[in-house]
């Protein structure tokens, strides 16, 4: 069966054995040559033999194109107006985005009943876009190359009306993330986390797992024409999710779970509101306050 063969291939990625794995998936794409996951594994597995992996970043314009088409159009629209419609709840009040990145969710939103902004956002050259479409605002803004965990750490007393992060909070280790709930909690009035609706597995191989992340990689897949998407983020990712010998970067898990992990934190109110049909897993706006 294909999907054997191609369980067969993530096993041996996983293991480091990325002949027995690029043999697998050739296996995998010889029965089932329609299958793009397939065929475009066969691609990258050819490459990280003859050149080792890289990090899924690496190729800017590869992720560039991924995120400014496909379904993420449609996701970051549909998540700008929604905080759109949020900021205007209010007359005046204070942001802070945790995570904000090149500003593809904050910037659409912004009205002007904001008196404070405060960006935290780790890559420099993302941050840099963020603040030069800023510039063109009159708007008070504060920019923080940092971590969320290393500006707690700073003991800032500020406190904001409205404090979101648009799928950033899944890069926090799951042992890390209590405290910054309650660090959210402390200093932010209502609390905005965009995040998709991941289901829990019991295992990195799980074949449900690996079932799942073929049938969701397909749908993302179809979404992009030629290789350069493919190739330089899609695959990189996906073989990711199963490799031993790398460090893992982010963390998804269920709404529900999120939401347990806010009220634990002290929100007495927290409310999830689906946002899109997104190719991996719905996205969710959660309201916390």
């Not at 329609?34 to 992720?63: C, I, S």
């Not at 963020?130 to 063109?136: K, M, N, Q, S, V």
């Not at 998407?229 to 899609?234: H, I, N």
């Not at 992990?261 to 969710?284: I, M, P, S, T």
Request: aromatic share 14%; net charge negative; proline share 4%.
């Amino acid at each position: 069966m294909p999907f054997d063969e191609f369980h067969r291939a993530l096993l041996a990625f996983g293991a480091n054995d990325i002949a027995q794995a690029l043999a697998s998936a050739r296996a995998a794409a010889r029965l089932e040559p329609g299958n793009r996951v397939f065929t475009q594994a066969v691609t990258y597995l050819e490459r990280v033999q003859a050149e080792g992996k890289a990090n899924v970043y690496v190729d800017g314009e590869a992720f560039a194109a991924f995120i400014r088409g496909g379904g993420n159009v449609g996701l970051y629209a549909a998540a700008s107006a929604r905080l759109r419609t949020i900021y205007q709840d209010y007359t005046t009040f204070s942001l802070l985005d945790i995570g904000v990145g090149d500003g593809l969710a904050l910037l659409p939103a912004l009205t002007m009943g904001i008196t404070r902004l405060d960006l935290i956002e780790p890559s420099e050259a993302m941050l840099g876009r963020t603040t030069a479409a800023l510039d063109g605002w009159n708007l008070r803004y504060s920019a923080h190359q940092t971590t969320i965990q290393a500006f707690m750490a700073r003991e800032i007393t500020d406190s904001w009306d409205v404090i979101q992060a648009t799928w950033s909070l899944q890069n926090i280790p799951p042992d890390e993330r209590p405290a910054v709930f309650v660090w959210l909690r402390a200093h932010g009035q209502r609390v905005l986390i965009a995040e998709f609706d991941v289901p829990d597995f019991p295992d990195m191989y799980a074949p449900e797992r690996v079932r799942y992340v073929v049938d969701r990689y397909a749908r993302g897949l179809a979404e992009y024409e030629g290789d350069q998407v493919a190739q330089g983020f899609l695959m990189p990712v996906m073989f990711g999710y199963f490799d031993q010998t790398a460090a893992r970067t982010n963390w998804e898990y269920p709404v529900q779970t999120w939401i347990a992990g806010l009220n634990a934190a002290g929100f007495a109110r927290v409310q999830a509101h689906k946002l899109y049909e997104y190719f991996w897993a719905d996205a969710y706006l959660i309201d916390a306050s």
